[in-house]
């Protein structure tokens, strides 16, 4: 197994524009998760997943962004209406039982 | 609710130096700590954890963290810098029942030959 994988890596919008990332998981982590981090700060967190069940969402997680999880394998975040203040590293993690998260690579949104 | 900080925002030392990344917790009762790293580019890698029992917890790559209950603080250490720890290292809280992670704001390692 190779890791947590997001694609793309690196997205430039316009404003106004769509955007949708996705994550896949490791293979056998039923819980997945995804962060926000902006420059020089660390990660927030937006929402997480157990299997298809979206079970937390922050107050971070506008009604602009919706994520979901078909059938409890690869899960994609979708923001609408990018904004300039979107500009950011989406980070995706999974883990199994226990609270130990493993972090994809992250896909950058610069939105113009 | 639970907050992490990393007092020190930028740290460097000597190769071959010894280390010690600070990190203060609060939260009410024992926390989930860990130390990520991330290399510019890349996403967090997860260099150690604890959960309970022993309060000083090895973890890859020759660190270790000690977590003090009675100063609310999980610091990362390493007795030996090599050049390759430059990155940024941060610390992070959780919670029994709740998933969400709790990061620092970082603390940018850089290593003078």
């Known amino acids: 197994d190779t890791g947590v994988s997001q694609n793309p890596r690196h997205k430039i919008t316009k404003r106004g524009q769509n955007v949708t990332f996705r994550c896949d998981p490791i293979?056998?982590?039923?819980?997945l998760y995804w962060y926000r981090q902006t420059l020089g700060q660390g990660p927030e967190f937006l929402t997480y997943?157990?299997?298809?069940?979206?079970?937390?969402k922050s107050r971070l997680l506008s009604d602009r962004f919706s994520a979901e999880r078909p059938k409890g394998s690869f899960s994609t975040l979708e923001i609408q209406r990018t904004e300039q203040g979107d500009s950011a590293m989406y980070l995706c993690?999974?883990?199994?039982?226990?609270?130990?998260?493993?972090f994809g690579p992250g896909t950058r949104l610069t939105v113009t | 609710a639970q907050s992490v900080t990393q007092p020190d925002i930028h740290i460097t030392v000597s190769e071959g130096a010894s280390l010690e990344l600070r990190c203060n917790y609060s939260?009410?009762?024992?926390?989930?700590l860990f130390w990520y790293v991330q290399s510019p580019g890349q996403g967090l890698q997860l260099l150690l954890k604890?959960?309970?029992?022993?309060?000083l917890v090895q973890g890859i790559k020759g660190f270790e963290a000690e977590f003090k209950r009675s100063q609310s603080s999980f610091n990362l250490r390493k007795p030996s810098v090599h050049w390759s720890d430059a990155a940024e290292y941060f610390c992070?809280?959780?919670?029994?029942?709740?998933?969400?992670?709790?990061f620092g704001s970082g603390t940018r390692l850089q290593v003078q030959p």
């Open positions: 293979s056998e982590h039923n819980r």
């Open positions: 992070a809280v959780g919670a029994p029942g709740r998933r969400a992670l709790t």
């Open positions: 604890y959960f309970s029992g022993d309060t």
């Open positions: 993690a999974s883990s199994l039982e226990v609270d130990e998260q493993y």
């Open positions: 997943f157990q299997n298809e069940a979206q079970l937390e």
């Open positions: 939260y009410g009762a024992t926390p989930y």
